[in-house]
């Protein structure tokens, strides 16, 4: 997944408790920050009391703490920062939704038959395939909510599902008993279950850092680069010293300046940029709250179900 160098993107995010004052305190203080500094996020709803941010780097949460303080008296603690994961899908797969609910004399049905596939560098994609007549199109839009509440919720870590194209292939409707409602449920269940058997992967962003360092220090410097999976890109003198370029994944340098004045003895300066996304070699750690995870899903449809739908017609074989 490629990415302009340019962008300001939100890659870490943390939690923020307030120790002196409340949670509508801290946010009208994060809503004067962000008026001069658009860059960083905040959750609309509280997790056990504290705040959650997201900010485009580990200094940057510093800053705004440190603004916090400086400028409106609000002193916070802070769970340290934490990676911001996204996931993708490698393959492709098609699944179906079918949402039958029966409250009293008021049913709900909705039908759809969804394929997802891999949409590279290109964000999200949700395209209309389907037969005439098989749904309304005033059932479009819900079928989309639905689908995009799915991907956001993340099929393997509950991180946001990217660079996904989803095809609404077939599907079918009830002229009483379809409504907005039951058409966004069945599509966010289809897609949930064809994003499952999609080959979905975890991806983390990757860094581009440049290190100006004492010729004496660059063998240890390069070791603890490949010890942290970095890549090196080149190297050059600079002024008596040596310039190394290397990418390397953000969740091994968080607290680096610390490691790296340890082992140059304050010798050494790095600058670092956001490169890109790329696929990780595993799944992140579990947070001991959870919160990494489960802030990040949205609701999910639990349908009453009456009798188990009347045989639809959707055969399987339209995707």
């Keep these: 997944m490629n990415e302009p160098d340019n962008v300001d993107r939100l890659l870490v995010w943390t939690t923020l408790r307030p120790l002196q004052s409340d949670c509508d305190n801290l946010r009208r203080a994060l809503a004067k920050l962000a008026e001069d500094d658009p860059t960083f996020s ?5 997790v056990d009391g504290e705040v ?38 490698l393959g492709t797969s098609a699944a179906e939704g079918k949402f039958i609910s029966q409250s009293g004399g008021c049913g709900h049905y909705a039908h759809v038959v969804i394929r997802i596939e891999p949409n590279p560098s290109k ?11 098989a749904i309304p199109k005033r059932f479009l839009d819900p079928v ?25 292939c077939d599907g079918s409707y009830h002229e009483g008993d379809s ?14 279950e064809a994003m499952l058997q999609a080959s979905p992967v975890l991806l983390e962003p990757v860094v581009s850092l ?3 360092v004492p010729q004496e220090f660059c063998g240890s410097i390069m070791g603890d680069l490949n010890s942290r999976r970095g890549r090196i890109e080149g190297m050059e003198d600079r002024a008596g010293n040596q310039a ?10 968080i607290g680096y300046a610390t ?14 940029r956001f490169a890109k996304y790329e696929q990780a070699p595993g799944l992140p750690p579990i947070e001991d709250d959870g919160i990494g995870v489960t802030a990040n899903k949205p609701w999910k449809p639990k349908p009453k179900r009456g009798a188990e739908a009347a045989e639809l017609p959707y055969s399987g074989s339209d995707c």
């Design 52 to 89: 959650i941010i997201r900010a485009t780097g580990e200094l940057h949460l510093e800053v705004i703490c440190a603004r916090l303080l400086r400028e409106h008296h609000i002193r916070v603690k802070s769970r340290g920062p934490k990676i911001i994961y996204l996931e993708t899908v």
């Design 179 to 192: 409504d907005d409602a039951a058409f966004e449920s069945a599509g966010f269940m289809a897609v949930k």
């Design 123 to 133: 964000g999200y994609k949700f395209l209309d395939e389907t037969p005439a007549g």
């Design 244 to 253: 190394i370029r290397a990418v390397v994944p953000l969740a091994e340098i």
């Design 210 to 212: 440049e290190l100006i």
């Design 144 to 168: 989309d909510r639905g689908v995009r509440y799915a991907l956001k919720a993340g099929a393997i870590a509950g991180y946001e599902i990217v660079d996904a194209k989803v095809t609404l």
């Design 259 to 272: 490691e790296l004045r340890s082992i140059t003895r304050g010798r050494a300066s790095y600058s670092a």
């Design 42 to 46: 905040v959750d609309d709803k509280d």
